[in-house]
């Protein structure tokens, strides 16, 4: 996953973000809404991880299949981490993981990429997409789950490795770049969608969203909060050499 140029971390912490787990999960909404977070995490990471060992296959050189390679284990040790945390508060990975299954698994099969530079795009876009959407949440949580958030959304190289790989396919046939575009396009209408799908079906995570639960967000924050990720995505379809 990509660290977005605008990423920050707040430290005038209010509320539930200045408390840490200990304090913070006696609150048994926001422990259940915790639970949710980062079950659909350790989903997503696990998936990650499952995609770029196939799309490996479909690179061109040896170079850039161990380079894919390496993102994939990259992606299942932040699987790891996610998994440990939630047995360690005392919540079932699998039970945690289970609910968001077949929404995540439905975008990847609606996005499944024809070519090695589709699936450059998805990793780029579909995964920073997900990724700006975790570390907005990840302002409004305790200290201890808001660390632990971050670090697993940390760069694992694949930003950079996608930008340079798809401007030299553009550069050297521009007809690629249309296609490309559209398929991003494509991308981030799906990437939401999914995300409100997920967050609509899971009561206690979306009411931390809309700002049931202490220090959450309100529904303006919401719409801001969007914005911002729109802003991103448009960002790095510039780094890619494509229109947003």
Do not use: C
């Not at 360690?88 to 945690?96: G, L, Q, R, S």
């Not at 559209?182 to 206690?204: F, I, K, N, P, T």
């Amino acid at each position: 996953m990509e660290t977005p140029d605008n990423a920050t971390e707040s430290t005038g912490h209010t509320g539930i973000a200045a408390q840490d787990w200990a304090a913070a999960s006696a609150e048994p909404q926001y422990r259940a809404a915790v639970v949710d977070l980062l079950g659909a995490l350790a989903y997503g990471e696990l998936a990650a991880f499952e995609r770029l060992a196939e799309d490996a296959k479909l690179a061109p050189s040896l170079a850039d299949k161990a380079e894919l390679a390496k993102m994939a284990s990259a992606e299942f040790h932040h699987f790891e981490q996610l998994r440990d945390r939630l047995t360690a508060i005392d919540a079932e990975p699998t039970a945690a993981m289970e609910p968001f299954a077949q929404a995540l698994d439905d975008f990847h099969r609606q996005t499944a990429p024809s070519d090695w530079l589709e699936g450059l795009v998805k990793a780029y876009v579909g995964d920073s997409i997900a990724s700006d959407f975790y570390r907005e949440v990840a302002a409004r949580l305790d200290s201890d789950t808001r660390a632990l958030v971050l670090a697993v959304l940390d760069d694992t190289g694949h930003g950079n490795f996608a930008v340079e790989k798809v401007r030299a396919a553009i550069e050297a046939d521009p007809r690629v770049g249309g296609r490309l575009a559209l398929w991003a396009r494509r991308l981030m209408g799906e990437a939401l969608s999914q995300a409100q799908r997920v967050v609509a079906e899971r009561d206690a995570l979306s009411t931390m969203l809309v700002g049931g639960v202490a220090d959450g967000f309100d529904l303006a924050a919401v719409g801001e909060m969007f914005s911002r990720i729109t802003k991103a995505h448009t960002k790095r379809m510039a780094a890619l050499g494509l229109a947003a």
